[in-house]
């Protein structure tokens, strides 16, 4: 999704820093002959922009083995091969390259419309009225806490899914690509609030040397933007150094046992406007990667696509020998269940041998809480090694309020199997 930009770190890596008239030069003449021939056509990037508030980042690209060598692979990409662009980028991409496209296109709006034209970041999408979503389960009106339960399947194997079809090359149908639903909270790396869920996807890059490595997304999933209980916002703050902004759509779900779907048809849209790029794709996702078997089933997902006028173009390669040693997210060992209903740490602990902990954690959008919770002293390192924030409440049974937390927010649950710990968040008013 961001493939269409890369040729631009080109433009200004054809010299070391500092970005004397020389560099500057260079870079204009790299313009001029891949660029040039776009502009007043499709986005392009301002080269002022870039050398003028990007310097440091070129030059600590410059200093990087890996992202240099993406700045002289995407230089002879023609601007407008695509495949050739996304090759280079999987071939080198790393954190120093996206702190780099992240300060072109993020941090500093570098890349422009032609003059007259407006980016519309779902400029891409179907209407509803394309894509008829569902409103029914199991004979009753969908909610948005029955749509949190199925992507989540209800917390079962940390909300796992594998992609098994997919509309788009580009997108769709990396090989064994992981997506895991669970529910938001602190703890979580974007989706910090407990009404959120926290989406990942990890997937598999080929590299052209035969090598391949695993790439992740991070994104909060939140169900206020619209109104349709099926429909959700998903929102990354850093992919790649770039925003995206997702509109996603469910078609379709399996049915036959309540709460434990074996498959859900999904339709997404939406677009990464830093580089003023939209795209739309969609995906069955699968608990073990294969479409189902059942004739009957796999009607309902042709029947789901056939109304959007969709046609799930790729497959997967999902074998063992391609999912081998597939990384699982870190937010997943902390995924936070659905809340309790009632208070679990209020005040002194009842429970023999706990004694109160507490703990202060902020999210990247300023979502600060603080927890408080009961254990035994003697798990205190193991909770600890998940939590690092994780304190002793010396002289006091209500550290929270002590700390000027006084709302209580939620009874939330983090971890899963036998490392899990339930704890009361509370806010500050």
């Known amino acids: 999704m961001k493939c269409v930009v890369l040729i631009v770190v080109a433009l200004a890596g054809v010299h070391s820093a500092p970005l004397t008239d020389e560099v500057t030069t260079a870079a204009y003449n790299i313009f001029n002959a891949v660029y040039k021939s776009r502009v007043g056509d499709g986005p392009a990037p301002t080269l002022p922009c870039i050398l003028g508030n990007c310097g440091v980042k070129i030059a600590e690209c410059l200093a990087d083995s890996s992202c240099r060598g993406g700045m002289l692979c995407t230089k002879d990409c023609a601007g407008t091969n695509q495949t050739c662009i996304f090759q280079c980028t999987s071939d080198f991409e790393n954190e120093v390259y996206d702190n ?7 941090d500093h709006d570098c890349m422009k419309m032609p003059e007259g034209q407006t980016f519309h970041t779902y400029g891409s999408c179907k209407s509803t009225e394309q894509t008829p979503l569902m409103t029914e389960y199991l004979g009753k009106p969908l909610t948005k806490d029955k749509t949190k339960t199925l992507l989540t399947r209800n917390g079962k194997d940390q909300g796992y899914w594998l992609v098994a079809r997919g509309l788009s090359h580009a997108y769709d149908c990396f090989d064994c690509q992981n997506l895991y639903f669970n529910a938001g909270g602190p703890s979580q790396p974007v989706a910090t609030n407990t009404s959120d869920l926290a989406y990942t ?3 598999k890059i080929h590299k052209s040397d035969g090598t391949f490595r695993w790439n992740t997304a991070e ?6 933007m619209f109104p ?5 916002h998903l929102h990354a703050p850093d992919y790649g150094g770039l925003v995206h902004d997702e509109d996603w759509r469910v078609l379709a779900v399996d049915e036959r046992t309540e709460d434990d779907p074996q498959w859900v048809a999904l339709y997404y849209c939406g677009g990464a406007p830093g580089v003023k790029e939209s795209y739309e794709g969609s995906c069955v996702m699968t608990p073990n990667g294969l479409m189902p078997s059942d004739p009957v089933e796999a009607k309902k997902i042709d029947a789901a696509y056939a109304k959007a006028g969709i046609t799930l173009a790729c497959i997967p390669n999902n074998t063992a020998a391609a999912c081998k040693d597939h990384p699982t997210p870190p937010a997943a060992l902390q995924a936070v269940a659905a809340p309790a209903v009632e208070p679990c740490c209020q005040n002194k602990c009842t429970t023999a041998g706990e004694e109160k902990y507490w703990s202060i954690a902020s999210g990247i959008f300023g979502g600060e809480h603080c927890g408080e919770c009961c254990m035994e002293p003697s798990k205190y390192n193991l909770y600890h090694f998940f939590e690092k924030n994780l304190t002793k409440a010396d002289g006091t049974v209500t550290p929270c309020t002590d700390f000027g937390y006084t709302k209580y ?3 939330t649950t983090h971890g899963f199997g ?12």
């Open 100 to 106: 780099m496209i992240k300060c072109f296109f993020t």
């Open 201 to 203: 996807a990890i997937y």
């Open 219 to 224: 994104y909060l999933a939140e169900f206020d």
């Open 228 to 232: 349709e209980p099926g429909r959700m």
């Open 409 to 411: 927010d939620s009874t």
């Open 418 to 429: 036998p490392v899990k710990m339930t704890l009361d968040l509370y806010n500050k008013p």
